[in-house]
């Protein structure tokens, strides 16, 4: 996996920022705009979107904790929570942080707190609160392998399912989750039951004509809906709504997670509208 172009992007739009020595998070979200960044994500792997992700938070992380100019790292931050909002995946995927790193961003809010940027202590609040990092004792930067980012996905992964199981087990919801209405319903007995039954009572009529006037009861010969084909339309629509929510909860059938792609013009089309609130919450 090839990711060099993807930091070399996310290095530009530093270097963009940083040589304008900008130090707020609307200037930095007017380039990202400017350069409709989130369109890398139409690039992404279609595989490792554990790697993927990871490597480029790491990239920002880098730029964060250097000991380059305060814009630069500014600028890391900013791109650092930009890309986890901006992320095209559901779940979203953790920003992993080790403790020297911790320690290094606690220093660095210092810093900003120093240099009277007083949104920086404000955003990590707000990236605490949202949960969104993930804890842990190696040091990528150091180390740098594709596998300790692997084997942190997976542990991640591990921890949602883990959430799962214990939200779902033995519970009545379960059921209901997967529940075959059809074969709750015995619908193909019902429906064979309904023909028959329609069958049935053409053939009575068209017997009893034969004997009576049978004018006031044409009516019960009115092709309505059979009684298999509405519980059919039923199961169709309990089927469609299951559907709906493995797509939004990143359920699958036997209760495991799975990735959720969602389509990325929805996300380009809602972006400056959150970007709005968030500044606006900080800023509050």
Known sequence: MDLKPFKLDIDELLADYAKENYTSLNDFKR??????FSYMYEGRPKTNSGVFMQSLFLHCIGHMTSQSSLPQRLAGLYCLYCLYECQPYQPKFKIYLSLEECKQLKEFVVVAKQNGVRLVPA??????????FLFGFINL???????QVEELTAFQNKR??????KLFANTQIESYMHMDLGAEFELDSIKKLSKDYA?????????????VDIEDASHILQDDKLLGDKVDEVVKEWDSQKEELY????LSRGNELVMVEHDESEL????????DEITQLLLD
Request: negative net charge; contains cysteine.
């Open 31 to 36: 380039l990202w705009m400017e350069k409709k």
């Open 199 to 211: 069958e049935a009572k053409k053939l009575a009529l068209a017997e009893a004509s034969q004997t």
């Open 160 to 165: 949602v399912k883990f959430a799962c199981d």
């Open 141 to 147: 930067l150091r180390d740098d392998g594709e596998k």
């Open 123 to 132: 955003l990590v609040k707000r990236m605490l609160d949202k949960g969104m």
């Open 268 to 275: 380009l089309h809602h972006e400056d509208e959150g970007f």
């Open 247 to 250: 797509e939004k909860t990143g």
